[in-house]
């Protein structure tokens, strides 16, 4: 390791290292700028000042027991019938919280000017699921034939890609017994044009004549329904539904000269509030 000349240290030229005089003095006028005091002092914190910044914070959002409610005419429509013009309706509604609600349901048919069916139900609905609802009630039967009361139990909700289903099995007077399945599924074509197709399948437990009704499978209904919802509420639409009676209850509507299979054209409104 090479020794250092301390003469060579001895001569250094230190007045290059001496600072501008000026230079220092911008630095003192810097040190004494960051102690200014402010020209504008802040406020004493008053207790309105506090009270401002800390407001009372409400409770969290839980389900609580508000009454809501919702009516839907699902179908009001006019149907041009093998043997007359049609007026058919079917309608629901609820009123109630979220776990449990009184349902309203009720269908019926006029073909020209006479009523040929028309029922009212009403049942307590219970949900066993975010997308599922147990119901029971009472079924009222006004046509056809004399009116008849049903006991009714079953199941409605939601399944899987927004297809919504209604299950319901009744027990009426005399020991007769009847089974409902009916679903819908909107497709949307557009925002607001939308195709819907619906099925509907009616079984019995047993014959009965005095209301054309026959044992087993009875009869079955396929529809497309074409609507434009012009809001949200209110959707005008056309389309086209297929019935057809089955076995002893076919067999029964031959007898009256009534047709067993038939296409119907439909047009009608769709509201709801």
């Not at 090479?2 to 003192?28: C, I, L, P, R, Y």
Request: charged letters at 25%.
């Amino acid at each position: 390791m090479g020794t250092m000349d301390h003469n060579k240290m001895g001569a250094m030229d230190h007045s290059k290292m001496s600072m501008d005089d000026g230079q220092m003095d911008g630095m003192e006028s810097m040190a004494g700028g960051a102690t200014t005091t402010s020209r504008t002092p802040v406020p004493v914190l008053t207790d309105a000042d506090r009270a401002a910044a800390f407001p009372d914070v409400a409770g969290h959002g839980v389900h609580d027991k508000k009454i809501n409610s919702f009516i839907l005419l699902d179908k009001f429509e006019y149907q041009d019938a093998d043997n007359g013009s049609a007026l058919a309706w079917d309608a629901k509604g609820w009123i109630g919280g979220d776990v449990d609600r009184l349902w309203l349901r009720s269908e019926g048919e006029r073909t020209n000017g006479v009523t040929e069916n028309a029922e009212l139900q009403a049942l307590w609905g219970h949900a066993i699921g975010p997308w599922w609802d147990v119901v029971t009630g009472v079924r009222q039967d006004f046509k056809p034939g004399s009116p008849q009361t049903w006991g009714a139990l079953g199941i409605q909700g939601m399944a899987l890609y927004n297809f919504e289903a209604e299950a319901t099995a009744y027990i009426g007077e005399n020991g007769q017994t009847a089974a409902r399945f009916e679903g819908d599924y909107d497709i949307l074509l557009t925002n607001r044009l939308i195709l819907q197709p619906t099925v509907e399948v009616n079984m019995y437990g047993k014959n009965d004549p005095q209301r054309g009704i026959g044992s087993g499978l009875a009869n079955t209904e396929v529809g497309f329904r074409l609507r434009y919802e012009i809001v949200r509420q209110f959707a005008p639409y056309v389309g086209v539904t297929w019935n057809r009676s089955y076995g002893k209850t076919a067999d029964l509507a031959s007898d009256e000269g009534e047709k067993t299979n038939e296409a119907r054209f439909v047009a009608g409104i769709r509201m709801w509030f």
